[in-house]
């Protein structure tokens, strides 16, 4: 490893030390999963400096990749196991696929701007993340065909409700974390036991707003 790998590999762990750890997250999976992915190889050139800070970084077409603090809280909020399988609606930079990928047996990410999608799976790729498939896609949809999923990951907020396509697609047990709301958001988590979801609301929170296929052609 050259020198600029320890570096990175130095300022991962104390990016995990400092802004997660210390809050909170205890979860030794997650722990190390946040501790082993490259953080700098999702981001673009000109913010690699920036990397391993405590806040969330643009990527453009309105999107960002999270704070690192919010991934692993997420993360761990699904309560994962190796043998699960995850599907993460809005793929953005990979990286928190890349987290769960990790942990688990099999992730689905699925995100609606086709820049992002190609870049996102040339960088797992490129990783050797062989257990992520990505697609682009309206992720309000989910991705029924390859339902159910113990765990489900939402990155973008809906503004009133999660989409109960998400809903239908989770299996018994399974959780859902998603942040909800437009000018003030709070990170919610869902569980399914037998017909009917259970609701947690947890802190504020703040992430991009949920798109579809036709906010996105409006905006192109």
């Known amino acids: 490893m050259d020198n600029r790998g320890v570096d990175d590999r130095e300022r991962r762990l104390a990016m995990v030390r ?62 994962l196991t190796p043998s699960c399988r995850v599907l993460e609606v809005g793929t953005g930079s990979g ?45 309000r949809a989910g991705w029924p065909e390859a339902a159910p999923f113990d765990a489900i990951v939402v990155t973008a907020a809906p503004a009133h409700e999660v989409p109960a396509a998400l809903f239908d697609q989770l299996a018994p047990g399974g959780r859902l974390v998603a942040p909800v709301g437009e000018s003030r958001q709070f990170l919610e988590t869902y569980r399914r036991e037998g017909d009917q979801v259970s609701r947690t609301r947890g802190a504020g929170v703040r992430f991009v707003p949920m798109v579809g296929a036709e906010d996105d052609s409006a905006s192109a």
């Open 95 to 139: 990286y928190q696929a890349a987290v769960l990928a990790e942990i688990v047996e099999q992730v689905y990410t699925i995100e609606i701007h086709e820049p992002l999608v190609r870049l996102a799976a040339e960088r797992l790729k490129r990783l050797c993340y062989r257990n992520v498939t990505v697609r682009l896609g309206d992720g």
């Open 18 to 79: 400092s802004q997660v750890e210390a809050r909170g997250v205890s979860d030794p999976t997650v722990l190390m999963a946040m501790r082993t992915v490259p953080r700098h190889e999702f981001v673009q050139k000109d913010l690699y400096e920036s990397a391993y800070e405590d806040h969330a970084l643009t990527l453009g077409h309105g999107s960002t990749i999270s704070q690192p603090y919010v991934v692993a809280h997420m993360t761990e909020l699904c309560e």
